[in-house]
């Protein structure tokens, strides 16, 4: 879809989403779920940046780390990736108060699904990294440059453009991952939606307001990640022609 | 209190073990849905008159861009309410299913697309009937699509602790009753997380061996 016609069905599906709310019964539901979608975009803008923080961590050094460094990743990557974000969570909440580290719920949702998505973008990350040209790694070896140089200068953003799209996924997959940190007791959208149904028992309006946000939620996601899309194409090109 | 306690560690793994059960059988009932009603999506959306199809696509597109945690509860609460009263396991199957048939229809969609147009032009030129367009041409689409079908296989099976919070008792929710009997958390969490780990690790490597023998079986002239 192109971007302008992906505006646009953001800004009716809103539109309707709201003149339904206000002349359906649904709209003392409003305020509630929207303060819920407040504190879901605060864990997803969290979650997103440690995600990317932890990828590209993770991928150097599985591709360029010694031995012990390149197993610790492959370890984070195969045991984050190999088990449930649920499971991720409930540990970090139960078990890590056990070893004395107490943190607020929001802190460990961030920190679970942050780094249960960055395991997902380090092979991301790493696709990206080896897929660009030998050639361009030839040329910094010609231009004596040393491997941080040539990973910062050259390699990374050339790959950062093939990454994008990828990364766009994995972002929804998050927003949508958030809504399991209801289950411990933070008052996200869903949390909100659960506790409004339980006093309400008008469970129609409840979850189909839910489930639009969130779709509201994932299309700006979309809209933004083609913004940079374009800019790091655009980037990339003029990089070229000159 | 001790961090980690053996004794108790053993104590918990068999009703843990059993558990599981219930997990897997979520994961194949959930998955064979997936697999049946993506099959249906993916013709529905690339074969299907006008009125099918662009519906189809956007609903695809709601199920894949909302949690799968919102549907459940969307399932199992709402569904009550126009009379279709669900036990929460199947509520969850259903949703599960649900959820995955969308992606799984993008699967069978990238299957189709690879299929030689030249294999639905001989259909034409032998004037065949649909039922024997589908079933002579669809076939081969699959073979290669067996690999990205068992990931999300192994992405379903990941999220079935999410049935946990409509109180279906599998290995999330023992662990977490287990835990909230005994005050002890570490150990039954940790040991679901092991299992989790150990299903998928073994679920990987089969993926790989199967896509290494079709690999074989299609390279071979």
């Known amino acids: ?28 539901f409003v305020p509630g779920l929207l303060e819920g ?36 990743a492959v370890t984070y990557i195969e045991i984050f990736r190999g088990t449930s974000a649920l499971v991720q969570l409930f540990w970090l909440f139960f078990v890590l108060p056990r070893f004395g580290l107490t943190m607020d719920p929001l802190t460990v949702a961030i920190l679970a699904l942050g780094l249960n998505v960055g395991a997902y973008g ?18 910094t070896i010609a231009l004596n440059m040393s491997r941080v140089q040539s990973l910062r200068r050259i390699i990374v953003p050339q790959a950062i453009v093939a990454m994008i799209p990828p990364w766009g996924n994995l972002f929804i997959e998050l927003l949508k991952a958030t809504a399991i940190v209801s289950l411990i007791t933070i008052s996200d959208i869903a949390f909100r939606a659960q506790q409004m149904n339980a006093t309400t028992y008008r469970t129609t309006e409840i979850f ?12 700006v996601i979309t809209i933004i990640m083609r913004q940079f899309e374009r800019l790091a194409a655009r980037g990339l090109a003029r990089g070229a022609s000159h | 209190l001790k961090f980690w306690d053996w004794a108790f560690a053993w104590e918990i793994l068999p009703i843990l073990l059993r558990a599981s059960i219930v997990t897997l059988e979520a994961t194949i009932l959930g998955f064979i849905i997936a697999a049946i009603l993506g099959l249906a999506f993916a013709i529905g959306r690339m074969f299907g008159p006008k009125w099918l199809s662009v519906p189809l696509a956007g609903f695809i597109e709601f199920i894949r861009s909302t949690p799968l945690l919102i549907q459940i509860f969307f399932i199992y609460f709402v569904f009550p309410e126009y009379g279709v009263i669900l036990p929460a396991m199947a ?52 073979p290669p ?3 990205a079908l068992g990931n999300y296989l192994v992405a379903l099976f ?6 946990s919070a409509i109180a279906v008792l599998e290995l999330m929710q023992t662990a977490k009753i287990i835990g909230s009997d005994t005050f002890r958390y570490t150990e039954p969490i940790t040991e679901v997380g092991i299992i989790f780990l150990i299903f998928s690790l073994v679920a990987a490597a089969l993926i790989r061996l199967v896509e290494a023998r079709l690999n074989r079986r299609t390279t071979r002239p």
């Not at chain 1, 879809?1 to 003392?28: H, K, Q, T, W, Y």
């Not at chain 2, 969308?102 to 699967?107: A, F, I, N, Q, W």
Request: with cysteine.
């Open chain 1, 1 to 28: 879809m192109p971007l302008r016609s992906l505006v646009i069905c953001a800004i009716l599906a809103f539109a309707a989403g709201l003149a339904v709310a206000s002349f359906a019964g649904f709209r003392e």
């Open chain 1, 37 to 72: 979608a407040l504190v879901t975009v605060e864990i997803t803008i969290g979650g997103c940046i440690l995600a990317v923080i932890a990828a590209f961590i993770a991928a150097m050094a599985k591709m360029y780390g010694s031995w012990p460094v390149r197993w610790l």
């Open chain 1, 122 to 139: 380090a092979e991301v990350v790493r696709g990206a990294v080896t897929a660009v040209p030998r050639g361009q790694w030839e040329a």
């Open chain 1, 208 to 219: 189909s307001l839910a489930l639009v946000i969130y779709l509201a939620l994932a299309m």
């Open chain 2, 91 to 142: 509520a969850g199957v259903m949703a599960l299913g649900l959820h995955y048939a969308t992606y799984c229809s993008e699967v069978y969609r990238a299957g189709f697309a690879n299929i030689p147009r030249g294999q639905w032009e001989a259909t034409i030129a032998l004037n065949l009937l649909p039922y024997y367009t589908f079933r002579d041409v669809i076939p081969q689409a699959i």
């Open chain 2, 145 to 147: 699509i067996v690999p």
């Open chain 2, 158 to 163: 990941k999220d079935t602790p999410l049935l």
